[in-house]
């Protein structure tokens, strides 16, 4: 466990920004418990997981614009995901942009399903750029906020392995359930 430890806040860092170019929860979550334990710096691993995570939706929106072709023979499988995608930007316009930070699943379809539209890039960065800043902050300010009890909800799952899975799968049901609830064909 110790080497873990000392491994995380070696290259911790450097975990948090790679993560977080194409999400970053679970990576930005680690550095608030290990911020909270003294092992990581909390301002650095925000600072870190606001760039990378503003740098990595402009790459998608980036991507699916001028590289449209492309992108589609990833997307092919995703279609319905992707219109999702679309309504949600038009009946909640700019708002979906801020909000999918913490949507799973959609954080990465939203800023391809903008790319594809003619949505305008400086106004779509602007609205990432809060996005993102207010969910580096209250991400990595919550596990840093409770990183006491999610230590013991660790050891809790340390000492009861089972339940680990268990968690997975309910959580894991559950977002699938409602994406495919979401993207029902009606």
């Known amino acids: 466990m110790q080497d ?3 491994n995380l806040s070696t290259y911790g860092y450097v975990v948090v920004f790679i ?5 970053g929860f679970l990576a930005l979550l680690g550095a608030g418990v290990l911020s909270f334990m003294g ?10 997981a606001f760039v990378a995570n503003v740098i990595g939706d402009g790459l998608l929106f980036y991507m699916a614009r001028y590289h449209k072709a492309e992108m589609m023979e990833y997307l092919r499988q995703h279609r ?9 930007l038009k009946r909640h316009s700019s708002w979906i942009i801020i ?9 990465t379809l ?13 106004k779509f960065m602007l609205y990432n750029l809060i996005g993102a800043l207010i969910w580096a902050v209250t991400v990595g300010g919550l596990s840093y906020f409770f990183g006491g009890a999610l230590i013991k909800g660790y050891a809790l799952i340390a000492d009861k392995p089972y339940l680990a899975p ?15 609830q979401a993207t029902k064909k009606k």
Request: net charge positive; proline share 2%; aromatic share 12%.
């Open 4 to 6: 873990m430890l000392n």
């Open 166 to 180: 268990v968690a997975l799968i309910v959580i894991g049901g559950s977002v699938w359930l409602y994406l495919s």
């Open 110 to 122: 939203i800023p391809v399903a903008i790319g594809l539209t003619k949505y305008d890039f400086m």
């Open 19 to 23: 993560y977080s170019l194409g999400g």
């Open 80 to 88: 319905r995901k992707l219109a999702f995608s679309h309504l949600l």
């Open 39 to 48: 092992k990581m710096d909390l301002t650095l691993s925000i600072t870190l």
């Open 99 to 107: 909000l999918k930070k913490f949507i799973y699943g959609l954080k």
